[in-house]
């Protein structure tokens, strides 16, 4: 039985991972939580498991990090802790390096002097490409950042492979192309596209007035995977023989439109656009009522235009490949948001106990 700590357990990936990990392995997980007053567990509520241990650790907190290496002598340390939205990074961009590249570095030294055979993945981002070069893109791909965020996950991977290259540490860099599901943050684009559709269903089938939602660039391109297939394939690389840097990927990739598109028709919904010259002036239509419209707000400063991953090479070292399509993954959140609407329970609040591990 080995000892993982995965950090951002109440986010998507981490959620997913504990869960993967709790139903595929015997090993006992701590999945950090930072101290706060108000909790925020409603990713990992449901979870019954007594293999999985919550422990107070500020990825921010040198000291914290030490602190806690130390006490649990962990085999695994899975990073899925970060400051993890694109567009937040330009307020907030020495938080966005603190939280995506200092705690990466805390870590590598902490497994360095204390527990230097413990194997650690840092959750690298197709944002390191940003402006790209060519398409698909591949590992090979240079470095070509857009935004405080992915410059920060940019030298996050140069900091793994030196500590892996300086200290012969098992540690890994592996650059993730968008992934989503039910899991995932209402800020971001697919889970907003979902959650407003399924309200908007609810509204429409209830003939109340529909309430339109705001986009932004409806037409930068993505390529989207679904974050359960992911963490399949992160708990494969930390255990293959050697070290390395991977690129996962679903290899399609499509619009912030098409994926509301295929929002609308798993909610059943009949849409058309309307639009001018002027993309801003687009507006989605629904029964001759606007459901949609795009707001200035919502642009970025630079934006990513078209993201695109090849991931043939990891596909073939792990022999793995992803379950869900992009047409399943769109439907999974739809349906799951309306899911969400007709059992919301406003009381509900089921809060874990926190161990004390020091
Ligand atoms: O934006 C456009 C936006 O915020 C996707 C993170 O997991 O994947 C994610 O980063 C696209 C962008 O994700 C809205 O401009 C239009 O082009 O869902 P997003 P992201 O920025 O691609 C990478 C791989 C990560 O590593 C990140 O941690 O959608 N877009 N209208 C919008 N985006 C948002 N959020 N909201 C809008 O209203």
């Known amino acids: 039985m080995k000892k993982i700590i995965i950090t951002g357990v109440t986010g998507q990936d981490g ?31 449901d979870i019954k498991d007594e293999r999985f241990k919550l422990i107070n650790l500020d990825i921010t907190d040198q000291q914290s990090i030490i602190n806690n290496v130390k006490s649990i002598m962990p085999d695994y340390i899975i990073n899925f802790a970060a400051q993890s939205f694109v567009g937040e990074s330009w307020n907030t961009p020495i938080q966005t390096f603190t939280t ?10 902490s497994i360095k002097e204390y527990c230097p055979t413990c194997r650690f993945y840092s959750a690298g981002s197709s944002e390191e490409f940003g402006d790209v070069e060519y398409v ?7 470095c070509r950042p857009r935004s405080p965020y992915g410059a920060s996950k ?7 492979k030196v500590y892996r290259e300086s200290y012969n540490l098992f540690a890994i860099h592996c650059i993730l192309f968008n992934h989503e599901g039910i899991r995932r943050g209402k800020e971001f684009v697919t889970r907003k596209i979902t959650s407003n559709i399924a309200r908007i269903k609810k509204e429409i089938d209830n003939g109340e007035k529909v309430t339109p939602f705001e986009l932004g660039n409806i037409y930068a391109k993505r390529d989207w995977s679904d974050s359960e297939d992911f963490v399949e394939a992160v708990w494969l690389m930390l255990n293959m023989k050697e070290p390395r840097e991977y690129v996962l990927s679903s290899n399609e990739t499509h619009t912030v439109k098409e994926f509301v598109e295929l929002s609308c028709q798993s909610a059943g919904l009949k849409y058309q656009w309307f639009e001018t010259i002027n993309e801003l002036d687009t507006k989605l239509i629904v029964n001759g ?20 991953g090849d991931s043939t090479e990891t596909r073939q070292i792990l022999n793995w490949k992803p379950k869900v399509s992009f047409k399943d993954l769109v439907y999974k959140m739809v349906m799951n948001d ?14 874990y106990n926190i161990e004390n591990t020091l």
Do not use: W
């Not at 698909?136 to 240079?142: A, L, R, V």
């Not at 940019?154 to 793994?160: D, E, G």
């Open 15 to 45: 959620s997913n991972m504990v869960r993967y990990l709790l139903n595929n392995t015997e090993h006992i997980i701590y999945g950090t939580v930072r101290r706060l007053s108000v909790t925020n567990h409603e990713n990992i509520k």
């Open 154 to 160: 940019c030298s996050a991977r140069h900091l793994v």
């Open 136 to 142: 698909p893109q591949d590992i090979k791909h240079p």
């Open 338 to 351: 309306i899911k969400l609407l007709d059992n919301y329970n406003p009381n509900d609040n089921n809060l």
């Open 289 to 308: 009522e606007v459901i949609m419209k795009i707001s200035k707000k919502f642009y970025r400063p630079a934006e990513v235009d078209l993201l695109y």
């Open 100 to 109: 995506n590249t200092l705690s990466v570095m805390y870590f590598l030294e």
